[in-house]
């Protein structure tokens, strides 16, 4: 997967915008945050469940590693251009799930 892919694909969900902090690019709906990329590209960390993040570590732990600061939320850290591109949008799409307002994810789901 190309930072680039990452990239877009956050930025095609509903309500989602980019905003650089602490020298990353963040992501986030309605100000909160649901996945963070390096300034190099190179690592991203995508807003998991505790579940989600045990299952991913485990079985691919040179992709995916518990995120620093977040990670005891579930957190994980991704190494971008090694990671499947459809497994990294279906999380993607799962932490925007978790994190955006309902009345914004059942119009998603309805597809208005």
């Not at 299952?55 to 995120?67: F, W």
């Amino acid at each position: 997967m190309r930072a680039a892919d990452l990239r877009w694909h956050a930025l095609s969900l509903p309500a989602v915008e980019e905003v650089e902090t602490w020298g990353l690019s963040t992501f986030r709906v309605r100000r909160k945050i649901f996945a963070m990329l390096s300034a190099d590209g190179l690592a991203a960390s995508i807003k998991a469940t505790p579940d989600v993040q045990a299952a991913l570590t485990s079985a691919r732990p040179d992709i995916y590693s518990v995120a620093a600061y977040v990670g005891r939320y579930g957190w994980v850290s991704v190494v971008v251009r090694t990671a499947d591109h459809g497994e990294v949008c279906d999380l993607l799409t799962e932490a925007w799930r978790r994190t955006a307002p309902k009345r914004v994810v059942t119009e998603f789901d309805a597809g208005t």
